[in-house]
């Protein structure tokens, strides 16, 4: 074979196979920063060479730079929570379809956009927390139970335009239908202790102080409060009980931190490779862990002992996407009943 033949034929297949594609670095866009981080992506570098520049923000700040850059964005990939926003990004034309069998085998179908544009690594839990000297866990065995009049003046929940509140009123359209989750919203905002004001942990907060007596948080606020070094905070742990909703029935709310690749990514095929090693058994540890959350591979087990206190539980297997899609009915049902 002449030399230029082989030449051709070595363009070709480069072209034809991104895994040829010697990528050297790695553009990731983050809105997480936890400690496990460093040794996730220390973890990555060791592996395949790639050199991880990181660009961290806020989440949606993230969305709206990436937005901004367009087809220049430098952006690979970008990392964030809550399904809800990986959709967002989605609508905006963020990402690109990826095909992986790893990821595929890797990532139950309900944790990843089934187009492929987003996959989720890690699961969260929307659960109900309530003050342990006041209520019974039996009580708070679903999210409907929120809506008894029993509750009035005594339920916390943040603002509505909240992303988590919007991917729990998304899955509630899904299973319950709208007008019934139009009746739950209406109850519940009807038992209000206060005006929504302030993040997850204020509620949990206002639970332990006796402002309220239930109150709606994700999962990983408490585990944050039960962990704490600060004494003040484990205290207010202590007070707090958390039921994991809808154990008889269809399971608890459960969304993702996930990830994506960019559509005018400049290292597609390392951004892919990215992705197939946060689903790998060590990566899900480190993701998962670094906020007191489950690997959504479920064969893979994080030593947490807030996490293995909870024990194993029924969570809704509603894909992922269906928190996105239903997000403006969401909105708009939470305007409709004057949940702010
Ligand atoms: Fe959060």
Redesign the pocket.
């Known amino acids: 074979m002449s030399v230029l033949k082989s030449l051709i034929l070595l363009a070709a297949l480069a072209l034809s196979c991104p895994a040829l594609a010697q990528d050297k670095e790695l553009n990731l866009y983050s809105a997480r920063h936890y400690q496990t981080d460093e040794a996730l992506y220390a973890g990555f570098t060791r592996l395949t060479g790639i050199r991880i520049n990181r660009i961290e923000a806020g989440e949606d700040a993230l969305i709206e730079r990436i937005r901004n850059e367009g087809a220049r964005s430098p952006a690979d990939l970008m990392i964030t ?1 809550d399904a809800g926003r990986l959709w967002r990004a989605e609508q905006l034309g963020l990402f690109q379809p990826v095909r992986s069998a790893l990821l595929e085998a890797r990532i139950p179908a309900n944790f990843r956009e089934p187009g492929g544009h987003w996959f989720g690594f890690s699961m969260r839990a929307r659960v109900i927390a309530y003050n342990k000297a006041r209520v019974k866990p039996g009580e708070v065995s679903t999210y409907e139970a929120l809506a008894d009049p029993k509750w009035k003046g005594r339920l916390c929940v943040r603002s509505s335009s909240n992303m ?1 509140n919007l991917s729990l009123m998304a899955a509630l359209i899904e299973r319950l239908g709208e007008a019934q989750a139009e009746a739950w919203g209406k109850a519940v905002r009807a038992n209000l202790a206060r005006e929504p004001k302030g993040g ?1 942990t204020d509620q949990l907060k206002g639970v332990a102080a006796g402002e309220c007596d239930v109150a709606i948080s ?1 999962h ?2 408490y585990a944050r409060l039960a962990r704490s070094a600060k004494a003040e905070e484990r205290a207010v742990a202590e007070k707090v009980g958390v039921a994991f909703p809808d154990q008889a029935g269809r399971g608890t709310h459960v969304n993702i931190s996930g990830a994506g690749v960019m559509r005018h990514a400049p290292h597609r095929a390392a951004a892919i490779r990215f992705l197939e090693y946060l689903a790998s058994d060590e990566a899900q540890r480190y993701f998962a862990d670094g906020n007191n959350e489950w690997p959504v591979v479920a064969a893979v087990r994080v030593a947490n002992p807030v996490l293995s206190a909870f024990g194993t539980f029924k969570f809704d297997p509603v894909n992922v996407a269906v928190l996105g899609r239903n997000q403006p009915a969401a909105q708009k049902l939470y305007d409709r009943v004057g949940w702010k």
């Open positions: 929570v988590y997850d994700n990983y606020y």
